[in-house]
């Protein structure tokens, strides 16, 4: 996945998403632009209500904007197809959600073969064996073969993550994935952000935490749909 001309793997401009109720319009995102370089580590802070979930729904292309473009490795998420965005999420982003979202019935292993499986990035010999590695680098190698009910949620998260590497995706979003964690786990799952970092990757994530929100590099702070501060290195930048 190639990044934008100007060094953005993600480029929003003028997003605007507004949505219907039955108290009539709510307008969540209000001309939202935003750049995003490769193997940078954006943590996005606000209040319940201020846009940060829609934002990545952006990002991920599980939403689409109302007006505005969405860009990411060049492609335009905004006007893709439902189809082509499930096919290019599963090989392109890795999405961690709060909740783990594993499927119950399945293993863990099982559970991250299922977007090699669903996208056919690898060899059919060579999924168990991967996964078996992305279990490992995540500390849980030993958790494999067992459901998700029998382990802990911060071992159920870094399932969630290991799942979100399956196929090696440049750019890692995950939406509030300590906020049913411990602050130890909670810290040690940052840790872990930070190594996948480390490797390349590009992590956007939502985090109500502003003491783990501070150790990524680029703090993002979304006030009633608008990008209110961005932090780079400590210092603001808007």
């Given at each position: 996945?190639a990044?934008?001309?100007g ?8 997003v605007?998403?507004?949505y219907q109720?039955g108290?009539?319009e ?7 632009s935003?750049?995003v370089?490769?193997g940078?580590f954006?943590?996005v802070i606000?209040?319940s ?8 729904n952006?990002?991920t ?9 969405v860009?990411?490795?060049?492609e335009k ?5 439902e189809?082509?965005l499930a096919r ?6 890795g999405v961690?959600f ?7 019935t ?8 299922l ?6 990035v690898?060899?059919?010999r060579?999924r168990?064996?991967?996964?078996l ?11 494999a073969?067992?459901l998700?009910s029998?382990?802990?949620g911060?071992?159920?998260q ?8 399956a196929?090696d995706?440049p750019?890692v979003?995950?939406?509030e994935?300590?906020?049913n964690?411990d602050?130890a786990?909670?810290l040690?799952l940052?840790?872990?952000f930070d ?12 985090t109500?935490d ?6 990524s ?7 009633d749909g608008?990008?209110?501060r961005?932090v780079?290195n400590?210092?603001?930048t808007r």
């Amino acid at each position: 996945m190639a990044s934008e001309g100007g060094g953005a793997l993600i480029d929003l401009q003028g997003v605007v998403k507004t949505y219907q109720t039955g108290a009539g319009e709510l307008t969540v995102l209000k001309e939202v632009s935003l750049q995003v370089k490769p193997g940078e580590f954006v943590s996005v802070i606000g209040p319940s209500g201020s846009g940060k979930s829609t934002l990545l729904n952006m990002i991920t292309g599980i939403d689409r904007p109302t007006s505005g473009e969405v860009r990411v490795g060049g492609e335009k998420v905004h006007a893709m197809s439902e189809n082509q965005l499930a096919r290019w999420r599963g090989r392109h982003i890795g999405v961690v959600f709060q909740f783990f979202q594993l499927l119950p019935t399945l293993s863990i292993l099982e559970n991250v073969m299922l977007p090699m499986d669903f996208c056919k990035v690898y060899r059919r010999r060579e999924r168990r064996a991967k996964a078996l590695g992305l279990l490992d680098e995540v500390g849980i190698a030993d958790q494999a073969h067992k459901l998700p009910s029998a382990l802990s949620g911060g071992q159920q998260q870094r399932a969630a993550i290991a799942r979100a590497l399956a196929n090696d995706p440049p750019l890692v979003v995950a939406d509030e994935p300590t906020g049913n964690l411990d602050t130890a786990t909670a810290l040690e799952l940052f840790k872990l952000f930070d190594q996948l970092v480390v490797q390349g990757k590009t992590l956007v994530v939502v985090t109500h935490d502003r003491t783990l929100s501070a150790r990524s590099e680029r703090l993002l702070h979304i006030l009633d749909g608008r990008i209110h501060r961005d932090v780079n290195n400590g210092k603001w930048t808007r």
